[in-house]
């Protein structure tokens, strides 16, 4: 069994507190540092240019190219369902001028930045601000005509992630989550809520393509009564259907930080839950320990854990 699945914070020091609340032992103050520089971060951000960024980047590089691409800008990276056009280049490269523009000393984590060079992901170790970028979240469903894929970007600061733009361009759908002040699609406030009692419980799983043999082991858990598993799509929109309630928790066996950094703040600051197999937070430094889940409520979390490990 899963004993507790803890919020989505890095830092998870308990912390002591005096009588008068201040904080009086070293993790405290840690943790405080850490709030503060935080909040320096994203005080320092114009969110709304941050919106347009990404809006713009889809407009140029990605809507245009949609059912348009030509058989020589689709390549495959690591096999035949791992693929990446031109469309993912160009606006990766476009997100990363703006993004560095509108926060000068911050450093970019790009997917297409890190095929080509794994050492740019050390980034998310260091002390800048560091922005966490999908270009076409959904590459395979851009590219057979599909407009379910998505643009997204995260900010994140020592660990810690501070705000997320989750765009479905084909869709016209604009999702965005900052830490402690909750999630909106284009301007709405989103709510998980909990899947009514007795409810089956769909969930978006790693496609079978690219899990191994002992994944496949801890997901075939899922396949149980009052479970309905499918294989996911865009995984940012996997989030994005948690967030807004129309899913109830997704499974997924990979720790790309490109993937599940905008989602997970989006799913958390709609009131969901998130944790990997061991309980813990995940990181998007990497390390989990995978399945993991996130979910519209805890208690739904917790159910889709205890399935997975019973499983694995």
Same mark, same amino acid.
Request: aromatic share 4%.
């Given at each position: 069994m899963?004993e507790?699945?803890?919020?989505?914070p890095?830092?998870?020091d308990?912390r002591t507190?005096?009588?008068?609340g201040?904080?009086m032992?070293?993790?405290?103050t840690?943790?405080?540092?850490?709030?503060?520089?935080?909040e320096?971060?994203l005080a /320092?951000?114009d969110?709304?240019?941050?919106?347009k960024?990404?809006?713009?980047? /889809?407009a140029?590089e990605v809507?245009?190219r949609?059912?348009?691409l030509?058989a020589h800008e689709?390549?495959?990276?690591n096999?035949?369902?791992?693929?990446?056009?031109?469309?993912d280049?160009?606006?990766?490269?476009h997100?990363?001028?703006?993004?560095?523009a509108?926060?000068p000393?911050?450093a970019v984590v !790009?997917?297409?930045?890190?095929?080509?060079d794994?050492?740019?992901?050390?980034a998310?170790?260091?002390?800048a601000p560091?922005w966490?970028?999908d270009?076409v979240? !959904?590459t395979?469903?851009?590219?057979h005509g599909?407009p379910?894929?998505?643009?997204?970007?995260?900010?994140?600061h020592r660990?810690?992630l501070l705000?997320?733009?989750?765009?479905?361009?084909a869709?016209d759908?604009?999702?965005v989550?900052?830490?402690g002040?909750?999630?909106s699609?284009?301007g709405?406030?989103l709510?998980a809520g909990?899947?009514h009692e007795?409810?089956t419980l769909?969930?978006?799983?790693?496609h079978?393509?690219?899990?191994?043999?002992?994944?496949?082991?801890?997901?075939?858990?899922?396949?149980?009564?009052?479970?309905a598993?499918?294989p996911?799509g865009?995984?940012?929109l996997?989030y994005?259907?948690i967030a807004?309630g129309?899913?109830e928790?997704?499974?997924?066996t990979?720790?790309?930080p490109w993937?599940?950094?905008? !989602?997970l703040?989006?799913?958390?600051?709609? !009131?969901?839950s998130s /944790?990997t197999l061991?309980?813990?937070?995940?990181?998007i430094?990497?390390?989990n320990?995978l399945?993991?889940?996130?979910a519209?409520d805890?208690?739904t979390?917790?159910?889709?854990l205890?399935l997975?490990a019973a499983a694995g």
């Amino acid at each position: 069994m899963i004993e507790a699945i803890p919020a989505i914070p890095a830092n998870n020091d308990d912390r002591t507190d005096r009588a008068d609340g201040k904080d009086m032992t070293a993790a405290g103050t840690v943790a405080a540092t850490a709030t503060t520089a935080a909040e320096a971060v994203l005080a /320092a951000v114009d969110l709304d240019a941050v919106e347009k960024a990404v809006r713009e980047a /889809a407009a140029a590089e990605v809507l245009p190219r949609f059912r348009q691409l030509a058989a020589h800008e689709v390549v495959e990276k690591n096999g035949p369902h791992d693929l990446v056009t031109i469309a993912d280049r160009r606006a990766e490269e476009h997100l990363t001028a703006a993004l560095k523009a509108l926060l000068p000393g911050s450093a970019v984590v !790009g997917e297409e930045a890190v095929h080509a060079d794994p050492a740019v992901l050390e980034a998310l170790q260091g002390d800048a601000p560091v922005w966490i970028v999908d270009p076409v979240d !959904g590459t395979r469903q851009f590219v057979h005509g599909d407009p379910g894929f998505a643009t997204l970007v995260a900010l994140a600061h020592r660990g810690e992630l501070l705000a997320s733009w989750t765009y479905a361009p084909a869709l016209d759908e604009m999702a965005v989550a900052v830490r402690g002040a909750g999630a909106s699609l284009n301007g709405r406030r989103l709510r998980a809520g909990s899947p009514h009692e007795g409810k089956t419980l769909e969930v978006a799983m790693s496609h079978f393509d690219f899990t191994t043999v002992a994944e496949k082991k801890a997901l075939s858990g899922l396949a149980c009564e009052g479970i309905a598993p499918r294989p996911c799509g865009s995984a940012g929109l996997e989030y994005l259907a948690i967030a807004r309630g129309t899913l109830e928790a997704i499974a997924f066996t990979w720790e790309n930080p490109w993937d599940h950094a905008a !989602g997970l703040l989006l799913v958390h600051e709609a !009131g969901g839950s998130s /944790a990997t197999l061991s309980g813990a937070p995940f990181r998007i430094s990497g390390g989990n320990t995978l399945p993991f889940t996130a979910a519209r409520d805890e208690a739904t979390a917790r159910r889709i854990l205890d399935l997975l490990a019973a499983a694995g």
